[in-house]
Every structure is written in C-alpha cells, then in structure tokens.
C-alpha cells in the first residue's frame, strides 16, 4: 500500500498549491491514501468547513490539525460533523471531535490515523505518549488494521524522535509536523516503522515559516509587535512524504520525500 501525508498546508498559497495539484499526485504515485495537515490552511490560522471539503474533494482520506484546530470559532463544529478531520487526541476528552479514525483505502485496506500534540513548547495537554499508546491497543499492525500513521504535532525535534522510537515496529509511518521545514532524515527505523523529525510546509518559502516576511522580522528586530501575521503568498512548495508498506505486515519498506513546485529542491518517489 502506498501512503503519503502532506505537510501543514499554510494559507492560501499552500492551500490553491495542493488542491490542484493533489489529484495528479494521487494517481502518478498511484497512492491509496493521503493524509493532509490543514490547521494553517484558513489565512494561516485554524481551518474551515469549506476548506475541509475541499481537500476530501481533491482526493484526501484523512486530515490532521494541531495546536491551531480551533482557531475559525465560528467553524468548530466542523470536528464533530466531519469524522475524516481529526485533532490532537491528547486535548481534553469534551473537545469537539475526536483524535483518531480507522479508514478505508483505496484499494480496501484498513488505515488507523492518530493525531497527538507534543508538550515541549507547545499549548498544555495531556501526555502524547500515553494517549498514543492508548489508540493503538485496540488496533494491532498487521492483526486489527492493515496500517498505522501518527501525526505527531510538535516543536522540539527531541520529542518527535523520541515518539519515532516509542512506535518503531508498531506504526507503519511517524511523522512530525508543526515547524514547517522540512527534516532530511526521512529512514526506516530498526523495527520496520518510517520516520520523518518533519514534513515541512506546503505553503511560500520565501517567508518566514509561511508568514509574509515583514511582520516577523519587525518583531525579530525591535520586539515591538506592528501588525498581524499573514501567510506569504508566492510559489508553493508542496511537501510531504510517501511509504510503501508490507502488504503482510504493514511495516515501511520504502519512505521518500514528496517536494513539488515553488523554491526548495525538487524530490518525488521513484
């Protein structure tokens, strides 16, 4: 089965970038199910009901959030009526929506999709690693479900690693989203799980992490906020990465960076 999960899509940018393109993607890498991080996609902050049926329109099975889910309030109840969108499932339980899903593919297989937030510099929440640990007793690799994925949403690269190796051999891809730039350490881990530290944006690079340049480095500079930040709205770069699985036991046995379009250096599967 082949897997890709795309970055956090950031504005409008990023967002226009991967809906036309994400159908062409689908079917060159002829991939049975696709994962879309959208918690910037609405101006940089939070997501929307449109946005969300937008991206399940072009082709995406699952879409992950993070600490910026709720940010459109008046679109919040789109996490309890669309059950393909998922936030952290390590925010409290009375939380609109829920953490994780099991979901078809493509070609029939089962996918569960787990979303937790990391706790190192990030808003409080409970403990990712117990939360995580909790979704996947009820669905064994290879025995309950055909695959695993974990969006791990966090800032410190220590933390990300960590939840790699706390999944290798139970987890058929962990990949960290949140700071927007894309890792080069993209392996298969010891027990047969990939990894990526993060996927990078889908969004302008020429910014600040997403965000039209001036604003940051106004604050940067003479620590005196001037404005709100906006999404940088040039070329995007679409970023993302693709797995293979082991049909028998839904382990990685191929992981590529996806990089398309905009600045950065170009890198698709074979």
Same mark, same amino acid.
């Given at each position: 089965?082949?897997?890709?999960?795309?970055?956090?899509?950031?504005? &409008?940018?990023?967002?226009?970038?991967?809906?036309? &393109?994400? $159908?062409? %993607?689908?079917?060159?890498?002829?991939?049975?199910? /696709?994962?879309?991080?959208?918690?910037?996609?609405?101006? #940089?902050? #939070?997501?929307?009901?449109?946005?969300? =049926? @937008?991206?399940?329109?072009?082709?995406? !099975?699952?879409?992950?959030?993070?600490?910026?889910?709720?940010?459109?309030?008046?679109?919040?109840?789109?996490?309890?009526?669309? !059950?393909?969108?998922?936030? $952290?499932?390590?925010?409290?339980?009375?939380? $609109?929506?829920?953490?994780?899903?099991?979901?078809? @593919?493509?070609?029939?297989?089962?996918?569960? /999709?787990?979303? @937790?937030?990391?706790?190192?510099?990030?808003? $409080?929440?409970?403990?990712?690693?117990?939360? /995580?640990?909790?979704?996947?007793?009820?669905?064994?690799?290879?025995?309950?479900?055909?695959?695993?994925?974990?969006?791990?949403?966090?800032?410190?690269?220590?933390?990300?690693?960590?939840?790699?190796?706390?999944?290798?051999?139970?987890?058929?891809?962990?990949?960290?989203?949140?700071?927007?730039?894309?890792?080069?350490?993209?392996?298969? %881990?010891? &027990?047969?799980?990939?990894?990526?530290?993060?996927?990078?944006?889908?969004?302008?690079?020429?910014? /600040?992490?997403?965000? =039209?340049?001036?604003?940051?480095?106004?604050?940067?500079?003479?620590?005196?906020?001037?404005?709100?930040?906006?999404?940088?709205? #040039?070329?995007?770069?679409?970023?993302?990465?693709?797995?293979?699985?082991?049909?028998?036991?839904?382990? @990685?046995?191929?992981?590529?960076?996806?990089?398309?379009?905009? &600045? %950065?250096?170009?890198?698709?599967?074979?």
């Amino acid at each position: 089965m082949r897997i890709a999960v795309f970055g956090d899509v950031v504005g &409008r940018s990023g967002r226009n970038g991967l809906l036309d &393109r994400l $159908p062409g %993607l689908k079917k060159k890498l002829s991939l049975d199910f /696709v994962i879309v991080n959208v918690e910037n996609a609405a101006g #940089g902050f #939070g997501v929307t009901g449109d946005i969300v =049926e @937008a991206f399940l329109d072009a082709g995406a !099975d699952a879409l992950t959030t993070g600490n910026h889910a709720y940010d459109q309030r008046d679109e919040i109840d789109i996490f309890d009526r669309e !059950d393909r969108l998922l936030r $952290p499932v390590n925010f409290p339980a009375s939380n $609109p929506g829920r953490g994780s899903g099991v979901f078809e @593919a493509r070609n029939g297989a089962s996918v569960l /999709v787990v979303h @937790a937030q990391g706790q190192i510099g990030m808003p $409080p929440g409970d403990d990712p690693f117990a939360a /995580v640990e909790r979704e996947l007793a009820g669905a064994v690799l290879g025995k309950d479900v055909d695959a695993v994925v974990v969006d791990f949403h966090a800032e410190a690269t220590s933390e990300k690693a960590a939840m790699g190796h706390f999944l290798d051999g139970r987890a058929s891809l962990v990949v960290g989203t949140h700071t927007h730039v894309p890792t080069a350490d993209d392996q298969i %881990l010891p &027990r047969g799980t990939g990894y990526i530290t993060d996927l990078g944006m889908c969004g302008d690079y020429d910014s /600040v992490i997403g965000m =039209e340049k001036s604003e940051p480095l106004r604050r940067f500079v003479t620590k005196i906020p001037g404005g709100r930040f906006s999404p940088a709205n #040039g070329e995007a770069t679409l970023c993302g990465v693709m797995v293979e699985t082991d049909p028998k036991t839904g382990l @990685a046995q191929t992981i590529h960076p996806i990089r398309v379009d905009g &600045r %950065l250096r170009r890198s698709m599967p074979d």
